[in-house]
């Protein structure tokens, strides 16, 4: 693609390992590519087993490929969503992580905040987390429950993203594993677009924090 070839993009591809056509692809240009991502949800996956696939991790290792995973709350079919009941959970999230150290993950959605599985992040040096989606806390309901946090919500009553952007940044060991990313177009679903989103970030964290979530954490999981 000409895209590929504009030096203010990195190539990202998705894959999903249950379709033999899209891993095959996927393995056969990982080397052209600066990260993998992984939709669970819309793919089925297991988390809790996707380790098994150890031709895909054979090669993420080898061109070491950073991995976002999409990471879900796990009642999403609560929600009255069509969806299947499978492991996408942040604790089935943090467990594939764990399983697999040599591969840089970045755990999406700050791990929906659950408080075991950013208990249990703290531990692993393979981990990164990006913020998209906290525009949303109290502001996305679906059948009168909110959609953003996990079940186990480390801060049930922060009110706002600001908020829980600033309770994130003030572990200094999760502030580390911080990256910004927007949840655009999805975002349009409350009302925020991408500046609105970082604008959250500016109101509410310093300008070190901020440099380092904006600009220094992401340069270094891409790198």
């Not at 009642?75 to 604790?91: F, I, K, M, Q, S």
Request: proline share 6%; aromatic share 8%.
């Amino acid at each position: 693609s000409d895209l590929w070839q504009d030096s203010r993009l990195l190539p990202v591809v998705a894959v999903n390992p249950k379709n033999a056509e899209s891993l095959e692809w996927v393995l056969s240009h990982l080397d052209q590519v600066r990260g993998l991502m992984v939709w669970p949800i819309l793919c089925d996956l297991d988390l809790t087993v996707l380790h098994d696939c150890r031709a895909l991790w054979h090669e993420v290792v080898r061109c070491d490929v950073p991995v976002t995973v999409h990471v879900g709350t796990g009642h999403e079919p609560g929600l009255g969503r069509t969806v299947h009941r499978n492991r996408y959970d942040p604790a089935a999230a943090v467990a594939l992580a764990a399983a697999l150290p040599d591969v840089r993950f970045n755990l999406s959605h700050a791990l929906r905040l659950s408080v075991s599985a950013l208990s249990a992040v703290r531990g692993l040096d393979n981990v990164m987390m990006d913020i998209s989606g906290l525009s949303a806390i109290g502001r996305l309901f679906e059948n009168g429950r909110e959609v953003f946090p996990a079940v186990d919500n480390a801060w049930p009553n922060l009110g706002d993203g600001a908020a829980a952007a600033c309770a994130l940044a003030a572990d200094p060991i999760l502030a580390q594993r911080l990256m910004f990313a927007s949840s655009w177009p999805f975002s349009l679903w409350w009302e925020y677009d991408p500046k609105q989103e970082l604008e959250i970030l500016k109101r509410a964290l310093p300008n070190e924090v901020l440099e380092n979530i904006i600009w220094h954490n992401p340069c270094l999981f891409y790198s």
